[in-house]
Nanobody
Framework: QVRLVESGGGLVRAGGSLRLSCAAT????????MAWFRQAPGKEREFVAA????????YYADSAKGRFTISSDNAGRTVYLQLDSLNPDDTAVYYC??????????????????WGQGTQVTVSA
C-alpha cells in the first residue's frame, strides 16, 4: 500500500505562484509514475502533469505547459508541482496520484491506483 499526502495549497492572487508537495509513504520501492490531477467545482477531474521514476520524462496538459513544473526528489517519495502565473481558471482541488510502473497514457486517471486527499488551490482575480 502507498499513502499520498498533498500540501501547499492556498489562496493566491492572479499572477501569483504556489508550490504543491506530495509525500508518498509505504511501499514506495520500484518504478512508478507520479501525477497531478485537478478538479474544479462542477467539472471532471483533469490531468495536469506527470513524472517518471528517474525524473527524466515529464508530461504536461496543454493548460499547464510553460506555467507549471513537476519535479521529484528523495527517491521519488516527494513530488512537487510548481504553479506559476496562476489565473482564476486554475482554481481547483489538486490531487496527487501514483501508478506502480510506467503508464502508457499519463493523463488517464483510471490507470492510477493510489490517490491523495487533495489540496485546495484558489486563485482570486
Amino acid at each position: 500500500q502507498v499513502r499520498l499526502v498533498e500540501s501547499g495549497g492556498g489562496l493566491v492572487r492572479a499572477g501569483g505562484s504556489l508550490r504543491l508537495s506530495c509525500a508518498a509513504t509505504g511501499r514506495t520501492d520500484g518504478s512508478y509514475t507520479m501525477a497531478w490531477f485537478r478538479q474544479a467545482p462542477g467539472k471532471e477531474r483533469e490531468f495536469v502533469a506527470a513524472i517518471n521514476t528517474s525524473g527524466d520524462r515529464t508530461y504536461y496538459a496543454d493548460s499547464a505547459k510553460g506555467r507549471f513544473t513537476i519535479s521529484s526528489d528523495n527517491a521519488g517519495r516527494t513530488v512537487y508541482l510548481q504553479l506559476d502565473s496562476l489565473n482564476p481558471d486554475d482554481t481547483a482541488v489538486y490531487y496527487c496520484a501514483r501508478h506502480g510502473g510506467t503508464v502508457l497514457v499519463p493523463g488517464a486517471a483510471v490507470l492510477y491506483g493510489y490517490w491523495g486527499q487533495g489540496t485546495q488551490v484558489t486563485v482570486s482575480a
